[in-house]
């Protein structure tokens, strides 16, 4: 079992950054891949990013590629998304998630936290 919470979201003006924050409890953490995922309103749920389980290998949707980076600390059960460059389209709530393999299909991730909003203004 792994729990998720996420933290740092906030209003941020275009152009600006931000760094979400998503701490997992449990002492399996090192051994799941993470995910970051965005749902904005009457939106389906979207692929972020994806880190796998020791940080080696991460994945990014085109969306973002270039602006968000990945990264986990597996000593802190933490894994983080620094967001610069943000968009009016970034703005959604952002949730991590936990599973067993790689993926970006949001079916296939096991844990789930609550999610941050993120809104970026114009």
């Known amino acids: 079992q792994v729990q998720l919470v996420e933290s740092g979201g906030g209003l941020v003006q275009v152009g600006g950054s931000l760094t979400l924050s998503c701490a997992a409890s449990?002492?399996?953490?090192?051994?799941?891949?993470m995910g970051w995922f965005r749902q904005a309103p009457g939106k389906e749920r979207e692929f972020v990013a994806a880190?796998?389980?020791?940080?080696?290998?991460?994945y990014y949707a085109d969306s973002v590629k270039g602006r968000f980076t990945i990264s986990r600390d597996n000593a802190k059960n933490t894994v983080y998304l620094q967001m610069n460059s943000l968009k009016p389209e970034d703005t959604a709530v952002y949730y991590c998630?936990?599973?067993?393999?790689?993926?970006?299909?949001?079916?296939?991730?096991?844990?789930w936290g609550q999610g941050t909003q993120v809104t970026v203004s114009s």
């Open positions: 449990g002492r399996t953490f090192s051994s799941y891949s």
């Open positions: 880190i796998n389980s020791s940080g080696g290998n991460t």
């Open positions: 998630a936990a599973t067993r393999g790689l993926y970006i299909n949001h079916h296939l991730y096991d844990y």
